[in-house]
């Protein structure tokens, strides 16, 4: 027997027509590339988005064509969103800050029919568009008055957008329709695409507003400063429509300086990014003597939040932190660490400790870590092994099934995706990332976890940034290295950073050696990228060796 429901399908559209009727008026607030700020009103990007779904269906782009993007977050880029999956065709948004050849790859395999692009960008493709064959035209994402010369015959946003009525209907299709494109570089090879549907995003969007996840409302005011072509800015662009936030985008200006004057101008509440953003925020507004009016939360992501960040925000900011972790195969939300009750009435030394893991599941994810046979582990905190998840919005295959299936099936005839992360999860459920199976040190047969020795040493008041990688050695296989770049100004010998670990780690952790930097060398989405450290360093000599 089914239930006597109406049946209407989750849509991507239904979001941001909700937030065109009851939170109409609330403003979505840009800085633009072109300069300046950009003000207008939920009911105003609706009629845009069905302004560009008429064009876009002018253009001959049909349900399940790809759309590219390559954009800053934006107004633009949100009506993109929308118009692309509200009219079944698939939003494609394109990392820039990839190696050229990349972007190619991913262009040609995602077999995009128009790209979209912000002025920014414009060399990055007209260098591309040679060896992207399959694209029909590219979008310069401006008006008129801005139009750049330019080697390729572009098509003007504003004049496409201008071009068309807004008298457009959202078509009903099947929930489980395609709806957005992200590509991982997070595996091996080239680039996989992960492929979301309307049903998976809502749902996603959802449980991101949850009171212990996000916990997003209709009085926040959001600014995502993380990129809206990392993961879907971590479902921000949906979920905030949802409740009805006032959205506040950045644009490309994303130092210290313009993060905080958008903050106190707009009156922010809460925002999102990851840690090497927040690291320039903190250290503009220490400079400064500064302090936020009105920001009292952000969630920081896509890389381990480093304790000593936490403390600075909570201490001295009065900034709560969301510690959050997930994937782009996973849409991308996983965990976010909000207390339970028991944990409320901890000393604030436990909580810190608590607040340095990763967090508990949302509602709709499920996980367990695993041993080498894929025994499931027991959750005491203690044991790590790889860290397995399921659910509605975590991915099953990549687009085109590259890479094979990438699931695992247990003896219940369930499904798990393989996150390549080793983990511990504690009674409470918290889950806490050792490190990435591939940078997991292995010392004397037992393992060595880099995320704990690159927290320890961000903890001291002279490093900025650190990175940890294991380094050959002829007796223990491994042995770690720890690699720093020094906050400007400061002095800090090799010997007093070692000393500083003691009695805070094991001390048969301890690295063997420090290597201070000017720099380290990071993903396109942040991260620190240790195939590069690991090839530059591999022949460095330990002392004693």
């Not at 429901?5 to 991507?12: E, W």
């Not at 027509?17 to 939170?23: E, F, G, I, L």
């Not at 960008?121 to 064959?133: N, R, S």
């Amino acid at each position: 027997m089914h239930g006597l429901m109406m049946s209407m399908p989750l849509q991507i559209s239904s979001l941001l027509r909700h937030a065109d009727r009851y939170h109409g008026d609330t403003q979505i607030v840009s800085r633009t590339v072109e300069g300046g700020i950009h003000r207008y009103t939920y009911s105003e990007a609706h009629r845009r988005a069905r302004q560009l779904a008429n064009a876009l269906g002018a253009l001959g782009v049909r349900p399940a064509d790809r759309i590219g993007t390559l954009a800053w977050n934006g107004f633009r880029h949100f009506e993109i969103y929308y118009a692309t999956s509200g009219s079944a065709a698939i939003c494609h948004t394109i990392n820039p800050r990839l190696f050229p050849e990349q972007i190619v790859y991913i262009v040609n395999h995602a077999a995009d029919q128009y790209v979209f692009f912000d002025l920014t960008f414009l060399k990055l493709v007209e260098g591309i568009a040679p060896h992207c064959k399959g694209v029909r035209g590219w979008v310069a994402m401006t008006d008129k008055a801005h139009m750049p010369d330019s080697t390729l015959d572009l098509l003007c946003y504003e004049d496409l957008i201008n071009g068309h009525s807004d008298d457009y209907t959202w078509p009903e299709f099947d929930e489980n329709t395609a709806s957005s494109l992200c590509y991982t570089s997070g595996t091996t090879g080239n680039p996989k695409g992960v492929l979301y549907s309307h049903r998976s995003t809502i749902l996603h969007a959802y449980a991101a507003g949850l009171p212990d996840a996000l916990n997003l409302a209709a009085r926040d005011v959001v600014m995502p400063v993380v990129p809206m072509f990392h993961a879907n800015a971590w479902s921000l662009p949906y979920a905030c429509p949802l409740a009805g936030c006032k959205m506040v985008f950045p644009g490309a200006a994303l130092d210290g300086a313009s993060v905080y004057e958008l903050f106190e101008t707009e009156k922010v509440t809460m925002s999102a990014g990851v840690p090497t953003v927040w690291l320039g925020l903190l250290q503009h507004v220490e400079q400064h003597d500064l302090r936020f009016s009105t920001f009292r939360r952000t969630v920081i992501g896509g890389s381990a939040c480093p304790p000593a960040m936490i403390r600075t925000f909570e201490e001295s900011y009065d900034v709560q932190v969301l510690h959050a972790w997930g994937m782009t195969e996973m849409s991308p939300l996983g965990t976010v660490c909000t207390f339970k009750s028991q944990q409320a009435n901890l000393d604030r030394e436990a909580q810190y400790a608590l607040q340095a893991k990763q967090g508990r599941p949302i509602y709709g994810v499920d996980m367990k870590i695993v041993d080498d046979d894929g025994k499931e582990l027991p959750w005491d905190g203690k044991a790590f092994g790889d860290l397995l998840v399921r659910g509605p919005w975590i991915t099953a295959e990549y687009l085109g099934g590259e890479g094979g299936n990438p699931l695992r099936e247990d003896g219940e005839g369930r499904k798990w995706f393989p996150t390549g992360d080793v983990a511990t999860i504690d009674r409470d459920g918290f889950m806490q990332i050792t490190d990435r199976s591939k940078d997991v040190i292995k010392s004397g047969g037992e393992w060595i976890s880099s995320i704990d020795l690159e927290n320890t040493a961000m903890a001291h008041p002279a490093v900025k940034e650190a990175a940890v990688i294991g380094v050959v050695h002829p007796k223990w296989d491994e042995r770690p290295l720890l690699i720093v770049v020094k906050k400007p100004g400061a002095a800090l010998a090799r010997e007093e950073l070692l000393q500083f670990f003691q009695g805070k780690v094991a001390k048969w952790w301890l690295p063997d050696d420090v290597v201070f930097v000017d720099e380290l060398p990071h993903t396109a989405t942040g991260k620190v990228l240790k195939t590069k450290l690991r090839e530059d360093y591999k022949a460095h000599k330990l002392p004693g060796t």
